[in-house]
């Protein structure tokens, strides 16, 4: 009895986890993603059993499409690329990683399950806790960093255990360097930052994401879905395209995704051209050149769309709001993998 009442308390347990993340999942979905989902549901099996719950979860987490076929015809053997590609030539860098970001030359940036971030060197020596309560991090080199705490409160560290107030109630966060921050507030209000909240400049309101590219550029989405590129604030901008999902910048390259997880390149003023679709995540290098997390986990190294394209990795983490690529070039990738380990990862020079 004891243990059937351990069961009943782990699985409701399990269950409001599930569907605490799912909520965020659902309320982005259109009508028929929801009916897919409840489909895919449907056929999860017994949820009293390991094995059902984690295919439920996957309906409510992942695609429903691809989560349907995995709990059907259960999980294909990971996928392996060719000699010398990607997963075929890791080495481990560090493991229970949550986020991560590697640093000039030597160092990495290390946030785990317990909101503690850590500072190592790439060989995983020197580690040492440069923050014990951090909800997200952008380390400008291997010894500064920007940190937000767990009450919304943006602080500039050395990591040394000096650091100075930025601002409060933040959402979201872009340093260009040690002075100038931009800074999106809880309140939809995104602001240009010179040191902190006592010297700043409105740039736009309602705003979902954003990404500067400089203390005068900056790419402005709004919480309607179009992506605006604004100089200097909202008065003087340009609509670069609309029901975005992600998107990035790099150059005069703009890569962004579709309400339909189409991935799409828009070169300067030339016509948007599709680079790929069903696509989780990416982390372009150039303007032809982007790593691409499809959905199904698998990392793909392509050179101008999918057809040209070579295997990198499987089974790399698919969670909203965390980044599981970051290139350093064309050739070398660190990828951080669904079991929360984070590998360094080479790929041939590019044709």
């Known amino acids: 009895m004891m243990r059937s009442r351990g069961i009943i308390v782990g699985l409701a ?3 409001a986890t599930v569907l605490a993340v799912a909520g965020m999942a659902f309320a982005q979905d259109d ?17 009293t059993e390991p094995g059902g719950l984690a295919a439920f979860k996957r309906c409510l987490t992942q695609d429903p499409i691809a989560a349907t076929k995995q709990n059907v015809f259960g999980t294909p053997a990971a996928v392996q690329p060719p000699a010398g590609h990607g997963r075929n030539t890791r080495s481990a860098v560090a493991s229970a990683v949550y986020r991560f970001q590697v640093a000039g030359s030597t160092s990495v940036y290390v946030l785990a399950s317990d909101a503690k971030l850590w500072r190592a060197t790439l060989d995983g020596k020197d580690a040492k806790v440069v923050d014990p309560a951090v909800t997200s991090f952008y380390a400008l080199d291997g010894t500064s960093f920007y940190a937000l705490d767990p009450q919304g409160n943006l602080w500039r560290e050395d990591g040394d255990g000096a650091r100075q107030k930025v601002d409060a109630t933040v959402a979201r966060f872009q340093p260009l360097d040690g002075t100038t921050v931009y800074v999106l507030g809880t309140d939809g209000r995104l ?11 409105l740039v736009d309101a309602e705003v979902a994401a954003f990404r500067a590219v400089d203390a005068t550029i900056v790419y402005v989405k709004g919480r309607e879905g179009k992506l605006w590129r604004e100089n200097g604030s909202n008065v003087d901008r340009r609509q670069v395209g609309s029901n975005v999902g992600d998107f990035r910048i790099v150059g005069s390259s703009v890569y962004l995704t579709g309400s339909d ?4 390149r828009k070169n300067g003023e030339d016509a948007p051209e599709q680079v790929d679709t069903a696509v989780s995540a990416f982390e372009p290098v150039d303007g032809r050149f982007v790593y691409v997390l499809s959905k199904d986990g698998r990392l793909w190294a392509e050179n101008g769309t999918a057809k040209t394209r070579s295997l990198v990795d499987s089974d790399l983490l698919q969670q909203p709001g965390v980044t599981a690529i970051q290139a350093v070039d064309a050739e ?6 669904s079991d929360h380990r984070l590998w360094s990862e080479t790929m041939p020079p590019a044709r």
């Not at 602001?191 to 400049?201: F, V």
Request: hydrophobic share 35%; glycine share 12%; proline share 0%.
């Open 13 to 15: 347990c399990a269950l």
């Open 31 to 47: 009508a028929r993603t929801k009916q897919l989902r409840l489909l895919c549901a449907q056929l999860s099996g017994d949820l």
């Open 191 to 201: 602001w240009r930052e010179t040191g902190d909240q006592s010297n700043r400049s």
């Open 261 to 264: 997880g189409g991935l799409w």
């Open 332 to 337: 070398r990738v660190y990828v951080l993998g």
